[in-house]
């Protein structure tokens, strides 16, 4: 039998070029190899946009135009939509009994998350057991693994910390352990060299960026801020031309284009143009497809999705009031 | 059209005649008048027995079976058990992002319940939401009357704040605000005389006690412990014996014994014989239809009132999705 695994993303913004590289590419390459499931995590967004639902429901559409554009094949992957999955959250009742309020806030992503966002005394009890929500979406599916940022590390070990509480108490193997799997890949970093590639940051390039928008980002790109002059030599070493290079260019070439630069006579303008066109070839084909994917389709993908995903997490839900006597 | 009432009972222990007073009673009195939804809170009781969930189960049995005992009549009231209405945990994840933890640990009834129970820190995050799972109950019936203990105040003014804080995000009037009702009759003591009676106590007359042990109980009430000889002029206050036929006695005849207890000249064994004899005259019935009610009836009022009551909450989460365009 296929090893199942749980991927997804928050409806919180477009997807772009660092997500394609860090999970969107994987994804596509082992939805054959795996039996996958996208979860569009909407009730989590929830927990911080709150304010903004009408935007959760336009990223929903947009998450599933990207995962159709870049190859995701929803008739092998279930992409389906968190809050019309009715199992989700009953199961993440009953594990919210099994986690004490201390554990969950010693959890290092949100202690971090607390910090980031300075809601500290006012945060909101959504927010605070969304890593017990992100282990029933684990555990609805039997996921054996979960590919994750390595900041993601604490979600896994709570959900295990869930699964042997809950094997303990009710006496029963209902749930086995999950694992995590970190991307090979670094992480992408935005075009401002500064940090890694966020749509909150503003430096990152979308996958449904215009080609105009792609000729801005890209001719904006931090390079050498020393490289006044082409003949002078240049530094690729937080160079995002290259960095963007390496992801996306050939090896070899990209590898021949460092040396020139860091000799010197190889101009960022010419470098840029490069990258432009590469980028361009890259994300043109995934606007076509893009473009092509209708509100009927998604309706119906999501139909589809939501069904399966209900089918598997309903039996799963069953197993577990089953051997809590519940059923 | 009938004003709503949600109502209903944790399946933590066995009805006693402390609940008779203070709720049976009211909604046997009410169900023809009201609308009325009997919840039978598993999914809240989990939060402190998710180590007995097969006591729980039990309860729910025991529980139905008092209703019906009592007068509740299935096909007027709907009765219902908590987990298995999908809507309600969905319902208390989409509020748990509008209360913020600092509000729910303030909430008095939770405070005073970590104090009492010494778990402070390691209390569990099903129990610190609990407030906000009970305003799900709530909402999801649009309830327009509460029927609670005084002590439950906090909890109905946690539900209408959930409501003015939805109404204000999502610039709707989605949800109208409840009223609490608080019972006419004081509460029940327990046999002891020290406090409220309590299953958990072990201080209460349950509704199903055989006469054997409504014997035991009645003649270890809590008297006057001055009231040596029969003669001697005894006690009222405090003295269970009157509380109880107070209760369940008629007006006028407990006056006069009252009098003449007071007085002098009447034995604590002659008025616990009456009591007894009260007791066993209003249990009996109660004990016969209880024990005329099958496995199978319990499985047909259940499915029946889960059917009813997943179709009023499924319409209410259907107009709460709609006004956060989750639809």
Redesign the interface.
Known sequence: MKKIILTGDRPSGALHLGHYVGSLKNRVQMQNEFQTYIIIA??QA??DY??R??Q??ENINSLVKDYIACGIDPNVSTIFVQ?KV??L??M???F???????R?RRNPTVKEELERKEFK?????????YP??QAADILAFDADIVPVGKDQKPMIEQTNEIVDSFNF??KDDVFKKCKAVFGQTAKLMGIDGKAKASKSLGNAISLSDTEEILKQKVFSMYTDPMHLKVQDPGRVEGNMVFHYLDAFYDEVKTRELREHYEKGGLGDMVLKKLLFDVLQEFLEPIRQKRKNVTQDDIDGILFQGNKRANEKADSVLERM?RS???D
């Open positions: 909407n009730l929830m927990t709150f304010d639902p009408e959760i429901r809050s009715k199992a959250p009953i993440t009742m009953y919210m009994n099994l986690v004490s309020l201390a969950v005394n006012n945060v909101n009890c959504g927010f605070v057991c017990i929500s108490l009710y009031e809590m006597k519940f």
